[in-house]
């Protein structure tokens, strides 16, 4: 099948340190949980893509999940 749309869609994981903030975006992903996960170091992301035939023939949907830092220092980063 040939894909003749692309929907990028983001979404932005925040919250405090030490809250889950990585193992939730590794989940949505479909990776398994795993509650060694070291903390995030600095802003990252993982792309999820998926096909809904039934809604969007056709289609390629990706989520970019973007998982920030949360540590007080770096809070300026979630207004933007």
């Avoid at 056709?58 to 989520?63: E, F």
Wanted: net charge positive.
């Amino acid at each position: 099948m040939e894909v003749k749309e692309k929907y990028m869609i983001n979404a932005i994981i925040i919250g405090s340190s030490n809250v889950g903030k990585t193992s939730l975006m590794n989940r949505l992903i479909g990776k398994p949980f795993n509650d060694g996960t070291a903390p995030t170091l600095h802003a990252d992301f993982k792309i999820c893509e998926f096909k809904n035939e039934k809604k969007l023939p056709n289609s390629l949907i990706q989520i970019k999940y973007w998982d920030t830092l949360g540590q007080e220092a770096y809070r300026s980063l979630w207004s933007n």
